[in-house]
């Protein structure tokens, strides 16, 4: 009869003198969540841990006040986020590396809902109690153009070329972004948000 041996090998042991590593590699600007009248901004950094895996942390960097409201949400393709407040009938630009931010006002009442931007550089908001929506250019501030749209524009879509505008009165209006002209709309009950696909 043989007799069989068993043979168990530890783990090597760590070497006491490494210290953890946790290195930051990159910041990256993730977080942005609307508050009754805030904008908090946060940092996700992304690193490596003691056991050699990916570490990260989300943390707060800055609370930035914007109006009543705050509900659509837009980076400009300079990296600036667009925020429209609802109740406020504000929009507000906010550099994301500053902190700094500045008010573009629109008309009172007209209650700014959703924001866009799109290839053009051109940042549009939906105006929900004016039925329309309009384009502001991002370096001078100024309101560029408006569209009249369906009754109650509630949120945008982008693709195929074209601005697509969801209205909470039934209707999805397709808008030219270049031309700044509606060239379709297409009924759709209770419209309240809009997806493209390619």
Do not use: C, H
């Amino acid at each position: 009869m043989t007799a069989t041996r068993t043979i168990q090998k530890s783990a090597p042991t760590p070497a006491a003198s490494e210290p953890p590593a946790r290195v930051a590699r990159w910041l990256i600007p993730v977080g942005i969540v609307a508050l009754v009248a805030v904008i908090a901004l946060a940092v996700l950094t992304i690193g490596a841990g003691s056991d050699g895996n990916p570490a990260t942390d989300l943390s707060l960097v800055q609370v930035v006040s914007v109006g009543e409201f705050p509900d659509g949400i837009a980076v400009d393709q300079n990296g600036a986020l667009w925020v429209a407040s609802t109740r406020g009938d504000v929009v507000t630009r906010i550099d994301a590396a500053s902190g700094t931010s500045e008010v573009v006002p629109v008309p009172d009442g007209s209650e700014p809902l959703a924001v866009a931007v799109t290839d053009d550089g051109g940042v549009w908001v939906s105006l929900r109690a004016e039925d329309r929506i309009v384009r502001f250019d991002p370096d001078s501030m100024e309101l560029t153009d408006s569209v009249d749209v369906a009754d109650q524009p509630a949120a945008f879509g982008q693709g195929a070329g074209s601005l697509w505008v969801a209205a909470t009165s039934g209707q999805v209006d397709r808008i030219d972004p270049d031309a700044r002209q509606r060239i379709a709309e297409i009924p759709v009950p209770g419209a309240a948000g809009v997806a493209v696909s390619s």
